[in-house]
């Protein structure tokens, strides 16, 4: 998976895939272990031997939801709470190192839940670590997990999980400054700030970029959010007045369970249970190709025809990016591509000054080691400044010019592009599998990506000519492209 990763032109679908295929096999076959209420001190387990992708050790009272471990790639587990109607998972503990699904690996409580893995080190690979310590543990209908303690039923407890966000807000969990969603490959986060939530691309912790943004409308100061069972996004301001509600599809419409989920392709959305399926909400991000991951890096994205190709090639899809900047020896060597007629979907979120021709803006970025590249737009003579490696690029009318720095020595350049297309053909094919995976999983779930949006209320962000919803078959389009 690493060097699929690494070299990925579509790396997301591939992590989609994955995340499907295991959501499939965790349906099929979750152990049937003993499960309680309540975990008290003294508790541990290993996982058993047999071929359960789930394998529950606690569930909540009302039985709709289980904590336990779970399967992640063929021989690798987490701890997880889900929600057992979908094998949905809702929570994961997501240790640094992941854990074996071996019997050198025990889950224990003694005050504390604590995951070990003797395989791996002597010393907890992850733990609850509060303090104090408590009691119990027990898991809400609310999916929260919770450690409590005796004789304080009604004292906030020890620990909860709903403290420790992954990718899942579910409805009645604190969203704050101190508990972002991640995807699990950590590329992309979603945070809550002084009166806005937004949407980031991360680069090594040291650069993002912010490709998604909804202030609050009347928000005053750093804001807090919680997704209401009545179908919307409740924005409070630290007094605990209302900044805003973002309403869902469902709004006000006393339908099921909701979440809110950061998903691998680096947009948001929301989704409610309906008894049988979960039903696409909510989504941030309307406009595919205003994904700063849709087409990798140097990628070019084709808003009304669902096709992506590359700005730059490189040796397997478009050339590939490491994080950094060309500040300092041994980094300050590049050279350069222009092009017209592309810019991205979230210019207003990018730092730009105003100058007098596209050769200042150019300039500009020239003489600034920390610059990847620039939008120059011909009409407000605003020069977009672009702070991180290059992601994907919007072709649109011709309104911008792009210029875009590309590393010398590193990988393939521009030229090389007759080796590449051999190489990438064992890609492609796998492709073709992890696409078609990908339909049939998702189709099983009836989950709706991206073409739902007439069920969306919000306005769209438009920023790149005319745009088209992304057919069904938008995937397989996609990657016919990248046969090409
Ligand atoms: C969840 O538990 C609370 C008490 O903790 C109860 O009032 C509520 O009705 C329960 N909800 C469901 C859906 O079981
Ligand atoms: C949610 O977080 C805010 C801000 O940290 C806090 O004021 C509020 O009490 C929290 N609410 C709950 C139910 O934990
Ligand atoms: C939504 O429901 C709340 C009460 O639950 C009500 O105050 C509000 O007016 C409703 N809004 C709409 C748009 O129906
Ligand atoms: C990139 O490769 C594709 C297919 O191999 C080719 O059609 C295209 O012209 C190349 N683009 C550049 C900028 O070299
Ligand atoms: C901006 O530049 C492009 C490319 O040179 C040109 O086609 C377009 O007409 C220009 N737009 C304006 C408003 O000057
Ligand atoms: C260099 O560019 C970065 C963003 O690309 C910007 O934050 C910084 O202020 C610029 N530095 C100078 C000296 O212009």
């Known amino acids: 998976m690493k060097s699929t990763t690494e070299k990925g032109f579509y790396m997301d679908p591939f992590f989609l895939c994955c995340t499907a295929i295991i959501l499939l096999l965790v349906h099929g076959t979750i152990a ?26 606690l569930t909540d009272p009302s039985g709709v939801f289980a904590f336990g471990f779970m399967q992640v790639g063929m021989t690798k587990l987490d701890l997880a709470v889900i929600h057992l109607p979908s094998s949905q998972p809702v929570w994961r503990a997501m240790p640094f190192n992941p854990v074996n699904w071996a019997a050198t690996t025990t889950l224990s ?5 604590v995951l070990t893995d003797s395989a791996i080190q002597k010393d907890p690979i992850w733990s609850t670590n509060a303090s104090p310590i408590g009691d119990f543990v027990v898991l809400r209908n609310t999916s929260n997990l919770e450690i409590n303690r005796f004789g304080n039923e009604n004292a906030k407890s020890v620990w909860q999980s ?42 090594g912790g040291r650069q993002e970029i912010n490709y998604w943004k909804h202030t609050a409308l009347e928000s005053e100061g750093q804001i807090y959010g919680v997704v209401d069972p009545q179908g919307f996004l409740y924005l409070h301001n630290p ?60 990628g070019l994205c084709y808003p009304g025809q669902h096709t992506c190709s590359c700005l730059i090639n490189g040796t397997d899809g478009c050339l590939q990016t490491d994080s950094g900047d060309f500040c300092g020896k041994g980094n300050s060597d590049y050279s350069f591509v222009r092009r017209a007629g592309v810019t991205v979907e979230y210019t207003d979120l990018m730092l730009s000054i105003t100058v007098e021709s596209l050769d200042d803006c150019e300039k500009t970025c020239d003489t600034n080691c920390s610059c990847w590249g620039t939008l120059f737009a011909n009409t407000s003579k605003n020069c977009y400044l672009m702070d ?9 009318g011709n309104a911008y010019q792009g210029y875009f720095k590309v590393r010398n020595g590193k ?52 920023l790149g000519g005319p745009t088209q919803e992304m057919a069904q078959g938008s995937y397989k389009d996609l990657h016919s492209m990248s046969n090409t």
């Not at 409580?109 to 839940?113: A, R, S, V, Y």
């Open 32 to 57: 049937a272990s003993s499960t309680t209420t309540q975990l008290s001190n003294g508790f541990t387990a290993t996982p058993s031997k047999n071929d359960a992708e789930f394998e529950p050790h």
């Open 239 to 298: 007094g605990g007045s209302k900044a805003e509600q973002l309403p869902f599809t469902s709004y006000n419409r006393s339908v099921g369970f909701h979440r809110m989920t950061l998903q691998s392709d680096g947009n948001l959305y929301a989704y409610y249970w309906d008894g049988k399926q979960w039903v696409l909400d909510y989504t941030a991000v309307q406009e595919q190709c205003g994904l700063p991951g849709t087409c990798g890096s140097y």
């Open 411 to 462: 990988g393939g350049n521009g030229d090389d592009s007759s080796g590449g297309g051999k190489k990438g053909h064992g890609m492609t094919i796998g492709l073709v599998v992890a696409f078609t995976l990908i339909f049939v999983a998702l189709a099983g779930y009836g989950v709706y990506f991206f073409w739902d949006r007439k069920r969306n209320q919000l306005p769209r962000v438009q």
């Open 109 to 113: 409580f003694d005050g504390n839940l």
């Open 162 to 203: 709903f403290d420790h966000p992954f990718d899942t807000l579910v409805q009645g969990q604190n969203f704050t400054a101190l508990t972002p969603l991640f995807t699990a490959d950590k590329r992309y986060t979603f945070r809550i700030g002084m009166g806005y939530i937004a949407l980031y691309m991360m680069f």
């Open 388 to 396: 991180s490696p290059i992601q994907t690029v919007v072709v649109s």
